[in-house]
């Protein structure tokens, strides 16, 4: 198929463009290689390379054509937009959306909010705080403990982190109010399982899907992303211990 350079650029523009927001929002990195492939393969560019770590993506139509990269700086999780991209992917393989028509759904995908208000999450992250001490047999009467803190420990996380980008800090700082809650709720009598409410309450930091997709692309062979993303779920974890610790040395 014979494309001018117009539309060789704009191939690789939507190309990173859907690896770009796949990766962003929590997809594993054999899947935002294996989109951008098929994408590309769908308006002609049948030999294109992609190559994806968690911090960066490179692109090219083919093995003797300059790559170019897209920079990932800011990771979250949205696995709603991960869906939207790969819905557009598929109708762009069968044909259903052409080049321009992708285009615009990926800038829409890209504009579009978060689908959960954070009031919302956090009344989630409090409530899933809760379900998960009872999950860890845990009684009735430490229910309410583990959703206060819980939803403090997720909201100190996510607000921590507007102001100081350093994820390291605003977990660490998060598990140690954690502690210090459920700690001040056991001994002023409003609380019995100290243990199960702090194993409830820092659930919601636990990064497993970020653990779940490193273990896929470890599989998949990816293993210098495989590998990264572990030791990003090991720092997350150290500073869930951490914070925790320290709580117990000052209390």
Same mark, same amino acid.
């Given at each position: 198929?014979?494309?001018?350079?117009?539309?060789?650029?704009?191939?690789?523009?939507?190309? &990173?463009?859907?690896?770009?927001?796949?990766?962003?929002?929590?997809?594993?990195?054999?899947?935002?290689?294996?989109?951008?492939?098929?994408?590309?393969?769908?308006?002609?560019?049948?030999?294109?390379?992609?190559?994806?770590?968690?911090?960066?993506?490179?692109?090219?139509?083919?093995?003797?054509?300059?790559?170019?990269?897209?920079?990932?700086?800011?990771?979250?999780?949205?696995?709603?937009?991960?869906?939207?991209?790969?819905?557009?992917?598929?109708?762009?393989?069968?044909?259903?959306?052409?080049?321009?028509?992708?285009?615009?759904?990926?800038?829409?995908?890209? /504009?579009?909010?978060?689908?959960? +208000?954070?009031?919302?999450?956090?009344?989630?992250?409090?409530?899933?705080?809760?379900?998960?001490?009872?999950?860890?047999?845990?009684?009735?009467?430490?229910?309410?403990? /583990?959703?206060?803190?819980?939803?403090?420990?997720?909201?100190?996380?996510?607000?921590?982190?507007?102001?100081?980008?350093?994820?390291?800090?605003?977990?660490?700082?998060? /598990?140690?109010?954690? *502690?210090?809650?459920?700690?001040?709720?056991?001994?002023? *009598?409003? *609380?019995?399982?100290?243990?199960?409410?702090?194993?409830?309450?820092?659930?919601?930091?636990?990064?497993?899907?970020?653990?779940?997709?490193?273990?896929?692309? &470890?599989?998949? *062979?990816?293993?210098?992303?495989?590998? +990264?993303?572990?030791?990003?779920?090991?720092?997350?974890?150290?500073?869930?211990?951490?914070?925790? /610790?320290?709580?117990?040395?000052?209390?």
């Amino acid at each position: 198929m014979n494309r001018n350079q117009e539309d060789t650029e704009l191939i690789v523009e939507i190309c &990173l463009l859907a690896g770009k927001l796949m990766l962003q929002n929590g997809a594993e990195t054999y899947r935002v290689e294996d989109t951008m492939t098929r994408m590309a393969a769908a308006f002609g560019a049948e030999n294109a390379q992609s190559y994806v770590t968690p911090t960066g993506i490179w692109f090219s139509q083919g093995e003797k054509e300059p790559a170019k990269m897209a920079r990932i700086s800011v990771r979250s999780t949205d696995l709603r937009k991960v869906t939207l991209v790969n819905s557009i992917s598929r109708q762009a393989a069968n044909g259903e959306l052409d080049i321009l028509q992708v285009q615009d759904r990926l800038r829409e995908v890209e /504009a579009s909010k978060v689908a959960y +208000s954070p009031w919302l999450q956090l009344l989630a992250a409090a409530l899933s705080s809760g379900c998960f001490l009872m999950m860890f047999q845990g009684v009735w009467q430490d229910f309410i403990p /583990a959703m206060v803190a819980g939803g403090v420990g997720f909201a100190a996380s996510v607000l921590v982190h507007r102001f100081v980008p350093l994820k390291f800090f605003s977990e660490l700082l998060a /598990a140690f109010l954690i *502690g210090v809650i459920a700690t001040l709720f056991v001994r002023y *009598g409003h *609380g019995q399982q100290i243990d199960k409410i702090i194993v409830g309450s820092v659930m919601p930091l636990v990064p497993g899907l970020l653990i779940t997709n490193a273990v896929r692309d &470890l599989m998949a *062979g990816h293993l210098v992303s495989g590998l +990264s993303k572990g030791a990003e779920a090991f720092l997350t974890a150290f500073a869930i211990g951490t914070g925790i /610790a320290m709580a117990y040395t000052f209390l």
